[in-house]
């Protein structure tokens, strides 16, 4: 929508992971080169973490632009809520094997095949396992059992992990030494600094074609790295609401103003309505004993209070209707 109002060929703040759009921050840039270490060890493990949104997925999209294909054939599974033999089944799939209605014994033993297959042609077999922190323990054993394919000179196949950090407390694990002993390489990709969240937010304007059209002060710089701490994911989401208000309302200059004002949408965009926030927000508290027994006491006063003016009433009715000339009007009303 906005592109086109300031002259962009593209969305610059998309949040899907593109490898055009790849920043080499310090982080980023330390994260690739364990990556490509890793490419050139040709087996073990590579574990990379990084809290959502750090760009983990992006470092392997383009990690895979560069990857000499005939000589590397890459799989990737992101679907990591699975079981120690879905998992393999899920390898099998990302490698385009059939993996259906198999037993695990042959299962392996078509993987192993597979693999085998690719050292004869010169090729060597990666797999990418990302969100790795949803993998049970069972699983990461299972993957670390492929690892065992082997030739007398090559490792069959090599695994890149990528998690967030608690996938860390998975790695250091009683069961998990084995593993440990195959990662050759480690590194936790932190967020950006403020200076990187500027040339990384003037770096994807300039990806589309950006000609200072719209302009960011530094104080907009510095409210967007107060409000994302340096995440790109964070970033992309708030760039891109900011440059969608500026084409609504024609804008060509932001600042801090409308930076804080595009915040405050968002937050209130995720912000329960008073009613469901009090109910969540406010715990239930049983009444004290001894307010209960006051509100009791005063209860059963007034019903007593009740009961005597009831009675009085129904005194005052029967003197009445005890009265002669009474009853006889009374009766003839009826």
Same mark, same amino acid.
């Given at each position: ?90 390898? &099998?799939? *990302?490698?385009?094997?059939? $993996?259906? =209605? ?6 392996? +033993?078509?993987?192993?095949?597979? %693999? ?103 104080? &907009?710089? *510095?409210?967007?790295?107060? $409000?994302? =701490? ?6 992309? +989401?708030?760039?891109?609401?900011? %440059? ?91």
């Amino acid at each position: 929508m906005y592109e086109s109002f300031y002259g962009f060929s593209a969305k610059p703040f998309q949040l899907k992971p593109d490898p055009n759009f790849f920043f080499g921050s310090k982080g980023h840039k330390r994260a690739m080169a364990y990556l490509e270490y890793g490419l050139a060890q040709g087996e073990g493990f590579i574990v990379i973490t990084g809290d959502v949104g750090a760009g983990k997925t992006t470092l392997v999209r383009n990690l895979f632009r560069k990857l000499q294909t005939e000589k590397i054939l890459a799989a990737q599974l992101v679907s990591t809520h699975l079981g120690s033999e879905d998992t393999l089944r899920m390898v &099998a799939a *990302a490698f385009g094997l059939p $993996y259906e =209605d198999v037993s695990k014994a042959a299962l392996l +033993t078509r993987l192993e095949e597979f %693999l085998r297959l690719c050292d004869r042609q010169g090729k060597r077999a990666l797999l990418v396992v990302d969100e790795a922190q949803n993998l049970a323990p069972r699983a990461v054993e299972e993957l670390r059992m492929l690892s065992n394919f082997q030739t007398a000179d090559n490792s069959l196949l090599q695994t890149y992990l990528l998690g967030q950090p608690e996938f860390r407390k998975t790695l250091n694990g009683s069961e998990m030494e084995q593993l440990r002993q195959r990662v050759i390489a480690t590194y936790h990709l932190g967020p950006m600094d403020a200076s990187e969240t500027r040339s990384y937010i003037e770096h994807r304007l300039n990806t589309v074609g950006w000609r200072g059209d719209p302009s960011f002060g530094e104080d &907009a710089f *510095a409210a967007v790295y107060d $409000y994302t =701490d340096g995440i790109p994911r964070k970033i992309n +989401t708030l760039c891109d609401r900011l %440059l969608l208000m500026g084409c609504l309302e024609e804008l060509h200059d932001f600042g801090s103003s409308e930076v804080s004002e595009v915040i405050r949408d968002i937050q209130q965009e995720f912000d329960l309505p008073a009613s469901e926030a009090d109910a969540q927000t406010t715990p239930a508290t049983l009444p004290d004993k001894a307010d209960t027994r006051a509100s009791l006491e005063n209860m059963d006063q007034r019903l007593a209070k009740m009961e005597n003016s009831v009675i009085s009433v129904l005194d005052l009715l029967k003197q009445i209707l005890s009265l002669p000339r009474v009853n006889k009007e009374f009766l003839k009303r009826r």
